[in-house]
C-alpha cells in the first residue's frame, strides 16, 4: 500500500497566467520495523491541467462529439488520461510532466517531488452555471508495475483577467547570455510581473470613483433619483448606491434591488424551445435589499459581491454578466398620503385605507465585476489545500 499526498502550496485558487505549484508526496505508511518484503514500488507518476467543460442538454445543443477518441481507458493499457471518468469534453490541458520513474520505498519511507505549471491564459475560468460548466482540475496519475492507473484530482479555482492574452513580458535592455540553466528564473519573473502587472489593473479599473445620477420614472411622472459611484468592482466588494425619492412626482411605496448574473447561451449554440428545450438565459441572485420607503426622502442600500462567484466573461458558447434589478412599487393614487393629520382639535380614531392601487415596474442597471486577488478569493474556500489518494 502507498499513500499519494498532493498539496498546493498557496491554496486552490489561481489566476490564468500564474504558475502552479504543487508538491506531491508518496509515502509507504507501514512501520519501519517491517521487513523489507514489506517495500513497495511505483512504475511512474505524472501530472498535468486540464479543463472539463459540461453543458445542459435542455439548454445547449452542442455538435455531437468526435466519436473516434473514446473516454473510457481500458485497464490494460499504459496511457494517462487526464479526463477519464469525468462528464463533458476536455477543451484544455496542459502538456503531462513525469514526476518520476521506478520508485521503490520501504517502511516508512516517504519521498516529496514539486510539480510547477503555468495555466494557460487563453482558457475561461471556473464556472458551475444552470447551462453550461467549466471545471479545471489538476490529475497526477500513478502506476504500479502490471496494474492499471490511478488518478488523484485536485481541484482548482480559476479567474480569468481580459486583456493580459495581449501583454508582452517586457525584455531587459542589457543582452545576456543565452543558458538553459536560467529558463526557470525566467518564468518565475514572468509569472511576478504577470500577477503584479494584473493587480495593478484591477486597482486601477475599480478604484475610479464618480457620481452617476439616472432618474426613475414610470408612466406617469418622476419617481425618484438613482445614484451610484462606480459601475466597475471587484469580488468582495460592496455595491453601494442612494435613493432620492423626495423629488419624484409618483408616491413609491416600496423597492427591492438584486445583485444577479444573467447567464446567457450563444445564440448559434441556442436549443429552439419547440423541440423542448429550456430558457437560454438564466438568472441567479446574490444578494437582495427590500425596503417600505413610502414618506421616505432618501435611501441607501449595500449589497456584497459574493468571493465565491464568477465575474463576468464570454466564450464561444455562453456569457455571464451582472446586473442591478430594480423592482418598485408605486401609487395609482396622486399625491397619496397615508398619515394621520399631526394637529387634531380633539382625539380621533385614525386607521390607514384597507386597499391602495398600485402598479409594478422592473429596471436593470449593468455593471461589471472583474476578479480579485486570489489569495483573498481562497477565503470563500476554506480548508486544507491537499487531496490523497491510497493505491
Not at 521506478?102 to 517502511?107: A, N
Not at 508495475?145 to 513580458?169: A, C, E, W
Not at 543558458?179 to 475599480?206: H, N, Y
Amino acid at each position: 500500500m502507498i499513500e499519494v499526498v498532493a498539496e498546493l502550496s498557496r491554496g486552490p485558487v489561481f489566476l490564468a497566467g500564474e504558475a502552479l505549484e504543487c508538491v506531491v508526496t508518496v509515502t509507504n505508511p507501514l512501520p519501519p520495523t517491517a521487513t523489507s518484503a514489506s517495500s513497495e514500488a511505483l512504475a511512474w507518476a505524472s501530472a498535468q491541467i486540464h479543463c472539463q467543460f459540461h453543458a445542459s442538454e435542455s439548454r445547449v445543443a452542442l455538435p455531437p462529439p468526435d466519436s473516434s477518441q473514446p473516454d473510457v481507458q481500458p485497464e490494460s493499457q499504459t496511457v494517462f488520461l487526464p479526463h477519464r471518468g469525468e462528464r463533458g469534453q476536455c477543451i484544455l490541458s496542459t502538456p503531462p510532466k513525469i514526476l518520476f520513474c521506478d520508485l521503490r520505498l520501504d517502511p516508512g519511507e516517504s519521498k516529496s517531488y514539486s510539480y510547477s505549471e503555468v495555466l494557460p491564459i487563453e482558457g475561461p475560468p471556473s464556472f458551475r452555471g444552470q447551462s453550461v460548466k467549466y471545471v479545471y482540475k489538476l490529475t497526477i496519475g500513478c502506476q504500479r508495475v502490471n496494474s492499471p492507473i490511478t488518478l488523484l484530482r485536485v481541484p482548482l479555482r480559476v479567474l480569468v483577467l481580459t486583456g493580459l492574452q495581449d501583454v508582452h513580458f517586457p525584455q531587459e535592455e542589457a543582452v545576456a547570455p543565452s543558458s538553459p540553466f536560467l529558463e526557470e528564473d525566467e518564468c518565475g519573473k514572468k509569472d511576478s510581473w504577470l500577477a503584479e502587472l494584473a493587480g495593478e489593473r484591477l486597482m486601477a479599473a475599480t478604484s475610479c470613483r464618480s457620481l452617476h445620477l439616472y432618474n426613475i420614472s414610470d408612466g406617469r411622472g418622476k419617481v425618484g433619483t438613482f445614484g451610484i459611484f462606480k459601475s466597475v468592482y471587484r469580488l468582495g466588494e460592496d455595491v453601494v448606491g442612494t435613493l432620492n425619492l423626495g423629488e419624484g412626482t409618483v408616491a413609491c411605496l416600496q423597492f427591492s434591488v438584486s445583485l444577479q448574473t444573467e447567464e446567457r447561451v450563444q445564440p448559434e449554440y441556442q436549443r429552439r424551445r419547440g423541440t423542448g428545450g429550456a430558457p437560454s438565459v438564466s438568472h441567479v441572485t446574490h444578494a437582495r435589499h427590500q425596503e417600505s420607503c413610502l414618506h421616505t426622502t432618501r435611501t441607501s442600500f449595500s449589497l456584497p459581491i459574493p468571493l465565491s462567484s464568477t465575474p463576468g466573461f464570454c466564450t464561444a458558447v455562453v456569457s455571464l454578466k451582472w446586473r442591478l434589478h430594480f423592482e418598485f412599487v408605486t401609487s395609482r393614487e396622486p399625491g397619496l398620503v397615508l398619515l394621520p393629520p399631526m394637529e387634531q382639535p380633539e382625539p380621533v380614531t385614525w386607521t390607514g385605507p384597507e386597499q391602495v392601487p398600485v402598479d409594478t415596474f422592473s429596471w436593470d442597471l449593468p455593471i461589471k465585476v472583474l476578479p480579485t486577488s486570489p489569495t483573498l478569493a481562497s477565503y470563500a474556500a476554506p480548508g486544507p489545500s491537499t487531496s490523497t489518494i491510497t493505491i
